[in-house]
């Protein structure tokens, strides 16, 4: 029989709070944290969800946080905290047995966005050294296991906006192998850099309601049109079962199964009848040895726009039938932090289980289309059942599910 993987430790630095406890609050409180940007003035689509009260400079000291991109910086201090709240030594490397692998679907290409400008100036000579090291994906990864000692497999996952559930299902993966003891596995990304928010306006990805923000972001419902792009980092701490107990660390939560496949439909469109997200959803249950009516509660991808969130209705009603449990959606709240985005939804997805209870999908008000949901609005439900399952859907058609269970 596979090994149990237990969740011992979260890490979260997200546009609702830097502690697990601020953002439940915040989910539970269901209300949207979009609002302007300055960084974004004079763009058509000036809002987004910000990581506030971050200082990188006080978290990582002066000289690392000028030499990592926002990205960085925010999957740093995650794992720190995830490793503090996993009870792991703070104060000397984490060894060989530990492994780090973190989903970043890009990176934030603010810094690329100055340093092209040099180069088409002809300023070739201005490009910093740091430009690559700073920005690169894999270095979420590697900055990590540099801090604190990792000395295990480390690397980047990179399936979209799928990226931080693919990191999770692979760390599992890797302590299923007996490869390690522990992995610390999650996703960061800022999605706010000026470039990033001119691609996804160009294709008509993004929310329009500049007059109204905080009602731009509404998965699911009838009125949505785009997703308000956000900005943060979770980490999970997993380990085996038997080594967290053999170290008396208690499990917030059990990563029961992982379901993982492609649409192979089309680069950004997901297959409408939503049935890659069917066949991932399904082979999460299988390798759970769960049936859908286990389930408790779904963390849906819920990106507030037309044909995801469409595509995704008709993939749990193809699973669940007439019985899909209750749908959640953080990214009323917090917003589509991409690569990042199915990390935090796992935490969250554990804090749930933690707390038994479903916190509402902010801006709900209706459904439209031929596929209802369950979904929950106004205030937190109380849970049926001790599983639940956190989806994350990306462009190419990456669809990657992770099954939880109270620990």
């Known amino acids: 029989m596979p090994a149990e993987i237990a969740?011992?430790?979260?890490?979260?630095?997200t546009p609702a709070g830097h502690t697990p406890e601020e953002n439940w609050a915040a989910l539970c409180r269901a209300r949207s944290l979009a609002a302007r940007d300055p960084g974004l003035a004079g763009l058509p689509v000036d809002f987004s969800c910000r990581v506030t009260g971050f200082d990188a400079a006080a978290e990582l000291g002066p000289s690392r946080a000028r030499r990592v991109d926002p990205f960085i910086q925010f999957a740093l201090v995650a794992a720190r905290r995830a490793v503090a709240d996993a009870g792991l030594p703070t104060g000397r490397p984490l060894g060989e047995r530990v492994g780090v692998v973190l989903g970043v679907g890009s990176n934030c290409l603010s810094t690329y966005v100055t340093e092209f400008g040099h180069l088409g100036a002809g300023r070739a000579e201005r490009v910093s050294p740091l430009a690559l090291p700073r920005s690169v994906p894999s270095m979420a990864a590697g900055e990590v296991a540099i801090?604190?000692?990792?000395?295990?497999?480390?690397?980047?996952?990179?399936s979209a906006c799928a990226s931080g559930a693919t990191a999770l299902g692979v760390a599992r993966d890797l302590l299923r192998s007996g490869t390690c003891d522990i992995v610390l596995a999650g996703g960061g990304e800022s999605g706010r850099s000026r470039m990033a928010v001119t691609c996804f306006t160009r294709m008509r990805a993004l929310s329009r309601r500049r007059d109204?923000?905080?009602?731009?972001?509404?998965?699911?419902?009838?009125?949505?049109?785009?997703?308000v792009l956000a900005e943060g980092a979770a980490?999970?701490?997993?380990?085996?079962?038997?080594?967290?107990?053999?170290?008396?660390?208690?499990?917030?939560?059990?990563?029961?199964?992982?379901?993982?496949?492609?649409?192979?439909?089309?680069?950004v469109a997901p297959h409408p009848g939503g049935e890659g997200a069917a066949r991932a959803i399904t082979a999460a249950l299988v390798d759970a040895g769960c049936r859908p009516g286990d389930i408790g509660h779904v963390n849906a991808h819920g990106t507030s726009t037309a044909l995801s969130d469409a595509a995704e209705a008709a993939a749990l009603v193809r699973v669940f039938g007439d019985g899909v449990p209750p749908v959640t959606a953080s990214k009323g709240v917090i917003g589509h932090s991409l690569g990042a985005a199915g990390a935090i939804q796992a935490a969250y997805t554990?804090?749930?289980?933690?707390?038994?209870?479903?916190?509402?999908?902010?801006n709900f008000e209706g459904q439209d289309g031929d596929?209802?949901?369950?979904i929950v609005a106004?205030?937190?439900?109380?849970?049926?059942?001790d599983a639940a399952v956190s989806c994350s859907f990306g462009f190419g058609g990456h669809n990657a599910v992770l099954l939880f269970t109270v620990g």
């Open 378 to 385: 106004g205030r937190p439900r109380p849970a049926a059942a």
């Open 350 to 362: 554990v804090l749930a289980l933690r707390h038994g209870a479903v916190p509402p999908v902010a």
């Open 235 to 267: 980490v999970l701490v997993l380990e085996r079962a038997d080594h967290a107990r053999a170290r008396r660390a208690p499990a917030l939560a059990v990563l029961r199964g992982y379901g993982a496949g492609s649409d192979a439909h089309h680069p």
């Open 371 to 374: 596929h209802k949901l369950d």
């Open 147 to 158: 801090d604190l000692g990792a000395q295990g497999p480390a690397f980047t996952t990179a």
């Open 212 to 227: 109204e923000p905080a009602l731009a972001s509404r998965p699911f419902d009838a009125r949505r049109d785009g997703l």
């Open 7 to 13: 969740v011992t430790g979260l890490g979260l630095v």
